[in-house]
Nanobody, 128 residues
Framework: QLQLVESGGGLVQPGGSLRLSCVASGVTLDSYGLGWFRQAPGKEREGVVCISSSGDTTTHVDSVKGRFIISRDNAKNSVYLQMNNLKPEDTAVYYC?????????????????????WGQGTQVIVSS
């Protein structure tokens, strides 16, 4: 069974950076598209960025374009989220998730309904 564990969250000042990590166990991630989602208090879970299983395709929500970078390291069974120039509105619990199998290796989805396995989340707070 696939298990995902996030780390790297914390408190950071506006304009700062954080790098989130997500390590998988139980299953290798090679065949999975992967995504990062976030949920702020009182808001719905939002797809932030995803990467296809091939690594060739990434998709970002407009609010993080140019600031957030997703990467994957299949040898380490991990996916990462580099977050730069953080803003208070980035404050949320961040989750990594594995996309359903069977999708094209060159496609990833921003909809949570396409993801079947989720981590427990890591809190990111952007505040001065």
């Amino acid at each position: 069974q696939l298990q995902l564990v996030e780390s790297g969250g914390g408190l950071v000042q506006p304009g700062g950076s954080l790098r989130l990590s997500c390590v998988a166990s139980g299953v290798t991630l090679d065949s999975y598209g992967l995504g990062w989602f976030r949920q702020a208090p009182g808001k719905e879970r939002e797809g932030v960025v995803c990467i296809s299983s091939s690594g060739d395709t990434t998709t970002h929500v407009d609010s993080v374009k140019g600031r957030f970078i997703i990467s994957r390291d299949n040898a380490k069974n991990s996916v990462y989220l580099q977050m730069n120039n953080l803003k208070p509105e980035d404050t949320a619990v961040y989750y990594c998730a594995a996309q359903r199998l069977g999708a094209s290796p060159y496609v990833c989805y921003s909809s949570a309904s396409e993801y079947y396995d989720w981590g427990q989340g890591t809190q990111v707070i952007v505040s001065s």
